[in-house]
């Protein structure tokens, strides 16, 4: 696996997520009416600029633990590590933690297996195990293995902390269209080959809350109306915003700028989209500027290259 290819998306989701932090719940009229083009501090939090959130300690800690293998106890015990510790975080201190995953480190912490440990009700549906979800999709692409595992090791790593099928369902979906795009397709051949596998597999499958997802899996999402595309933390929103931005977008900044825009849960809505953009147009097209006002580089280039690393020493 190309450190170069781990680091476009590691890195997209982290610059990204930094971009869209100190916007985070801002209307869609204020974005309209205040549009940004750089990065800039959050200064309600004395919080610098370039500072990420628990979207990208959260994927930090999940490659961190993959580059020893799967093993779901290990990713647990990082996370807990990130809640209680500050793991993988800018500034030593976890921050920005959503309920649900709260709720699960609480459960964790009091020995629930991690298999156990997440939301299963329907309020339990934020975008908390998406937004962490990519690296997976590195892990994934060199194993073969069946379909029915291939989409239990999705449902366990989301299922830590969101257990309820609409979220598994995100990540399955997310998970497939990174796959597509490491192996080489086009943005619009990933949305093809995601709505034709997604489709055939849920048809054989009892999955509940697939029918939540039909407008992405429909074919059409790029043809709805900006208007029409809600931003919030519900993860089938927050999927469905970050897919349409990047179809409807032609290059890594354009796509977090629109995904920005949007307003409302704008970290996580760019770090989605942010890991596919930078997957797809590569560490290169970052803008420079974005990649300068990073905080703390250093962090995510040790997991990148310990998780290249264990990847290639597997594979290779």
Same mark, same amino acid.
């Given at each position: 696996?190309?450190?170069?290819?781990?680091?476009?998306?590691?890195?997209?989701?982290?610059? $990204?997520?930094?971009?869209?932090?100190?916007?985070?719940? &801002?209307?869609?009229?204020?974005?309209?009416?205040? *549009?940004?083009?750089?990065?800039? @501090?959050?200064?309600?939090?004395?919080? *610098? &600029?370039?500072?990420?959130?628990?979207?990208?300690?959260?994927?930090? #800690?999940?490659?961190?633990? !993959?580059?020893?293998?799967?093993? !779901?106890? %290990?990713?647990?015990?990082?996370?807990?590590?990130?809640?209680?510790?500050?793991? !993988?975080? *800018?500034?030593?201190?976890?921050?920005?933690?959503?309920?649900?995953?709260? &709720?699960?480190?609480?459960?964790?912490?009091?020995?629930?297996?991690?298999?156990?440990? $997440?939301?299963?009700?329907?309020?339990?549906?934020?975008?908390?195990?998406?937004?962490?979800?990519?690296?997976?999709?590195?892990?994934?692409?060199?194993?073969?293995?069946? /379909?029915?595992?291939?989409? %239990?090791?999705?449902?366990?790593?989301?299922?830590?902390? +969101?257990?309820? $099928?609409?979220?598994?369902?995100?990540?399955?979906?997310?998970?497939?269209?990174?796959?597509?795009?490491? +192996?080489?397709?086009?943005?619009?051949?990933?949305?093809? $080959?995601?709505?034709?596998?997604?489709?055939?597999?849920?048809?054989?499958? %009892?999955?509940?809350?697939? /029918?939540?997802?039909?407008?992405?899996?429909?074919?059409?999402?790029?043809?709805?109306?900006?208007?029409?595309?809600?931003?919030?933390?519900?993860?089938?929103?927050?999927?469905?915003?970050?897919?349409? #931005?990047?179809?409807?977008?032609?290059?890594?900044?354009?796509?977090?700028?629109?995904?920005? +825009?949007?307003?409302?849960?704008? @970290?996580?809505?760019?770090?989605?989209?942010?890991?596919?953009?930078?997957?797809?147009?590569?560490?290169?097209?970052? *803008?420079?500027?974005?990649? /300068?006002?990073?905080?703390? &580089?250093?962090?995510?280039?040790?997991?990148? /290259?310990?998780?290249?690393?264990?990847?290639? @020493?597997? +594979?290779?």
């Amino acid at each position: 696996m190309s450190l170069y290819l781990l680091k476009s998306g590691i890195y997209g989701v982290c610059v $990204g997520d930094a971009f869209g932090l100190p916007m985070q719940f &801002k209307t869609r009229k204020y974005m309209e009416e205040n *549009p940004i083009s750089n990065m800039t @501090d959050l200064k309600s939090l004395s919080i *610098p &600029k370039g500072t990420w959130s628990d979207d990208s300690s959260l994927t930090l #800690c999940l490659a961190e633990s !993959l580059s020893r293998g799967f093993d !779901l106890s %290990d990713i647990s015990q990082n996370f807990i590590k990130w809640y209680e510790e500050g793991f !993988l975080t *800018p500034d030593n201190k976890a921050f920005d933690v959503g309920n649900t995953t709260e &709720k699960a480190m609480t459960k964790l912490k009091n020995g629930i297996l991690p298999e156990n440990s $997440g939301g299963q009700k329907v309020e339990d549906n934020g975008n908390g195990s998406l937004m962490r979800i990519l690296p997976l999709s590195f892990y994934l692409s060199l194993k073969e293995t069946n /379909e029915d595992v291939y989409y %239990d090791q999705i449902r366990l790593i989301s299922s830590i902390t +969101h257990a309820h $099928g609409i979220s598994i369902i995100a990540c399955s979906i997310y998970i497939d269209f990174a796959i597509q795009l490491i +192996h080489g397709n086009s943005i619009k051949e990933a949305y093809v $080959g995601i709505c034709r596998k997604q489709k055939k597999y849920f048809e054989i499958s %009892d999955t509940i809350g697939v /029918e939540n997802y039909s407008r992405i899996l429909n074919g059409n999402l790029s043809e709805e109306k900006r208007a029409d595309i809600n931003s919030s933390r519900y993860v089938v929103e927050s999927l469905e915003a970050a897919l349409w #931005c990047l179809l409807t977008s032609n290059n890594y900044e354009e796509t977090i700028l629109k995904a920005v +825009h949007l307003g409302d849960d704008t @970290d996580t809505v760019a770090a989605i989209a942010g890991g596919l953009a930078g997957l797809y147009y590569g560490f290169d097209t970052i *803008p420079k500027q974005w990649l /300068e006002d990073l905080r703390k &580089k250093d962090i995510i280039d040790k997991v990148c /290259e310990k998780f290249s690393n264990y990847l290639y @020493d597997e +594979h290779d």
